[in-house]
């Protein structure tokens, strides 16, 4: 089966700037989630759905980070805008549902550098 | 809260060695869920091995094994023969095992690099 996608690869952008990261996560899956790992930590949630509801937005930092899943499959993620500790991977990942919920399959990530 | 916490940083071992990281958390949970991720160069996170709380057997996986010690919160990885494909970033992962909708987010430690020298 295909994996989770995730676009684009890499990202540079001055501070104050906006950018968008999408997702599209494994088909049938109906949890998804989206990490931040900054160079040197691992990986911190920053939101999970369950179809196009959001179950946790704790870590969100809602001033300038939004997202959203639309017709519970693709998800979008947006910074706007960037500062420049905004800097670090944005990993997706996407589980088959809550009670499969230790299976969580992740995408190769988008590297966010900004200047 | 839960924390995960990693000591070693970076480690090395030969192609054809045993090597074993290291993992400890802090948890007042008593059901929860334990995992060790890989993630090379590529970035994508692979999960190597997972282990259940409530399992007193410890989880295997072919050349990977853990070793859980409940009462202690320790939860190390052993990776035998080690392969030049090992070499990647190691992270020891947490979870609570909730149910009813709760959010089952991953809580990572810092991470472990390895190096298989040939």
């Known amino acids: 089966e295909a994996g989770v996608a995730q676009s684009p690869r890499y990202k540079i952008i001055e501070k104050r700037q906006s950018v968008a990261f999408w997702c599209n996560p494994i088909?049938?899956?109906?949890?998804l989630y989206w990490y931040q790992q900054i160079l040197g930590q691992g990986p911190k949630l920053l939101i999970q759905f369950q179809n196009n509801g959001v179950v946790d937005d704790s870590q969100l930092p809602k001033d300038r980070f939004s997202a959203e899943r639309l017709k519970g499959v693709d998800s979008t993620l947006k910074i706007q805008p960037a500062k420049l500790e905004d800097s670090a991977v944005y990993l997706c990942a996407s589980s088959l549902d809550l009670r499969s919920r230790y299976e969580q399959y992740f995408g190769p990530g988008t590297r966010l550098t900004v200047t | 809260a839960q924390t995960v916490t990693q000591s070693q940083p970076e480690m090395s071992v030969q192609e054809a060695e045993t090597v074993t990281l290291s993992c400890t958390y802090d948890t007042s949970e008593n059901n929860y869920y334990l995992f060790w991720y890989k993630q090379p160069p590529s970035r994508q996170m692979i999960l190597v091995i997972r282990?259940?709380?409530?399992?007193?057997q410890n989880a295997t996986e072919n050349r990977f094994s853990v070793n859980f010690q409940k009462a202690a919160k320790s939860f190390s990885l052993k990776i035998s023969d080690s392969q030049l494909g090992d070499t990647a970033m190691y992270f020891c992962?947490?979870?609570?095992?909730?149910?009813?909708?709760?959010?089952?987010?991953?809580?990572f430690g810092t991470g472990t690099l390895l190096a298989v020298q040939p």
């Open positions: 282990q259940e709380a409530y399992k007193q």
């Open positions: 088909s049938g899956h109906a949890t």
């Open positions: 992962a947490f979870m609570i095992a909730l149910y009813g909708g709760a959010t089952n987010k991953l809580i």
